[in-house]
């Protein structure tokens, strides 16, 4: 299998090694015109002696794809269609390119045979400005027909007709009145909505917590075609109706746990001690006197601390029916549940005993005390910031296929 697949990379490596290494002959024998005229130019452009061969090339790839696309370009409008002028304009563009790409290099002079290469260029601008007109012509005619429709109230309409105005506007930067049309039709296109807030938990919610709670990032949350409000900029045709209910606020008390335990480690003590004495031999008159021998003795004990562990916890959770209703049938769309938990969890520890038995997730957390316990609103607060994107992701995610 191995070997298999090996070989199958070598023939692709192969086939795509030998369509990079074309030549313009081959390239022009092909039918490849466009590319022949390309790599031939780039032949001649590297080099100061200037190849027949390559000349050649250049020449009657030109000639036939000219003749080709001018060929194309008869039929097409021989059939009369206002749509076949954008296909015109993009032969002449090609064209045009074509000649832009000989032109510098005229005349065309073979170094060695003195060959010269005779280019019957095309008087392609005019043509060109003329078919750039017809083609934006008949986008500007489209749209302006979509644009009875999107008067009419049709979004769909509004920016189908947005994007025929921006056709127009790839042909001239400046076209008639397409601009005023071209903003009509996306203001139209527009999906508005308002995004508004309801409090069924019986629950107090603090100063702030909605203007919290819909401080969206327009940037983030806005799409091209879709544009988020809030009450105090929400202008009077809006489309579409998020309603974010809080229907659940629950704290929990305040709560203050004590763990008492003890760490025991072992550690260990080497110390140098005399395992054999000096002593005295007698030899006949002479007295001789042995050095001590001296070894490490490790010797093993254990060491105790007694730790308190203080735990301080609480916790906050806030439900949301995020719901989206379209404001114009009347009617729901969908409806998501969001929820935001937010916790607050502090550890203080102090110990009695020898340190060297703590570890060191523990000496970590030595000397620090109980601190104060956050009050109710900062917590709600600090879910209504957690609440907030998830809302967010909620409405990004429906946004798709909720709205038209």
């Not at 005229?106 to 060695?112: D, G």
């Not at 750039?132 to 302006?144: C, D, F, H, I, M």
């Not at 007295?287 to 490790?298: F, L, R």
């Not at 005390?369 to 879910?383: C, G, Y």
Request: aromatic content about 10%; glycine content about 2%; charged content about 30%.
């Amino acid at each position: 299998m191995k070997n298999s697949k090996l070989v199958t990379g070598i023939h692709l490596l192969l086939v795509l090694f030998m369509f990079n290494c074309k030549t313009p002959t081959s390239l022009l024998q092909d039918g490849d015109y466009d590319e022949a005229v390309y790599q031939a130019i780039k032949n001649l452009r590297k080099k100061k002696r200037k190849k027949e061969k390559d000349i050649l090339v250049v020449e009657q790839a030109y000639r036939r794809i000219t003749s080709r696309d001018m060929n194309e370009i008869a039929n097409l409008k021989a059939e009369g269609q206002a749509a076949n002028w954008v296909r015109i304009n993009r032969l002449h563009n090609d064209i045009k390119n074509r000649q832009d790409l000989i032109s510098p290099y005229l005349p065309l002079i073979a170094t060695k045979t003195h060959y010269k290469a005779d280019f019957r260029f095309v008087k392609i601008v005019p043509m060109e400005i003329d078919s750039r007109k017809r083609a934006a012509e008949y986008y500007y005619v489209l749209g302006n027909r979509l644009m009875k429709k999107a008067d009419a109230g049709n979004k769909v309409a509004a920016r189908s007709a947005f994007r025929k105005f921006e056709k127009v506007h790839s042909y001239f930067a400046a076209y008639k009145n397409t601009s005023i049309l071209s903003d009509r039709a996306f203001e139209i296109g527009i999906d508005k909505v308002l995004l508004e807030t309801r409090n069924s938990s019986f629950s107090f919610i603090p100063s702030g917590f909605e203007r919290e709670l819909l401080s969206f990032n327009e940037r983030t949350l806005n799409d091209k075609w879709i544009k988020y409000y809030t009450e105090h900029n929400a202008p009077q045709d809006i489309d579409y109706k998020v309603i974010i209910d809080i229907t659940d606020i629950d704290i929990s008390p305040e709560r203050i746990r004590e763990d008492n335990y003890t760490l025991q480690k072992e550690l260990s003590k080497t110390v140098r001690q005399v395992v054999k004495p000096s002593n005295k031999v007698f030899v006949r008159d002479t007295t001789i006197s042995s050095s001590p021998e001296y070894a490490d003795v490790t010797t093993y004990f254990n060491v105790f601390a007694d730790v308190i562990d203080v735990y301080q916890t609480k916790a906050a959770l806030v439900s949301a029916k995020v719901s989206f209703y379209d404001k114009n049938l009347k009617r729901l769309l969908s409806t998501e549940r969001v929820n935001a938990e937010i916790e607050f969890n502090h550890i203080a520890s102090t110990f009695r005993g020898d340190r060297r038995a703590l570890t060191k997730a523990v000496l970590n957390r030595i000397g620090g005390t109980p601190v104060r316990f956050p009050s109710d609103s900062d917590m709600v607060m600090d879910a209504a910031d957690q609440l907030k994107r998830e809302i967010s992701k909620c409405i990004r995610k429906k946004d798709s296929y909720v709205y038209r």
